[in-house]
């Protein structure tokens, strides 16, 4: 299975006063297969793999937080979900969102 988005930058970050490192994924979505019929089930899938690709290496404890903005039109406002551990996220919550 080919991947389904493009990371296009990754920054890590050192918080020595709190004795914590972030990470900040910039990623853009592929467009679906030519042969896709469902676009929602393809936008799903894609987000599940990058959520799965971006807490790839947190710990269960670790904090995360997301942010989804639209880079193309600014004028929309930013979604996401403050920062939890990772153990208390689950697909729901995300979607939820």
């Not at 290496?57 to 939890?84: A, H, L, W, Y």
Request: hydrophobic share 35%; net charge negative; glycine share 4%.
């Amino acid at each position: 299975m080919s991947q389904r988005f493009q990371v296009d930058g990754e920054i890590t970050r050192l918080y020595s006063r709190f004795n914590a490192t972030a990470t900040q994924l910039s990623v853009r979505l592929l467009p679906p297969p030519l042969h896709d019929s469902d676009p929602i089930t393809h936008f799903l899938d894609d987000m599940s793999e990058m959520f799965e690709y971006a807490l790839r290496d947190c710990s269960e404890s670790d904090m995360v937080g997301v942010t989804i903005s639209n880079e193309v039109n600014e004028q929309d406002k930013p979604i996401g979900f403050s920062f939890r551990r990772k153990d208390q996220l689950s697909e729901e919550l995300i979607w939820s969102v």
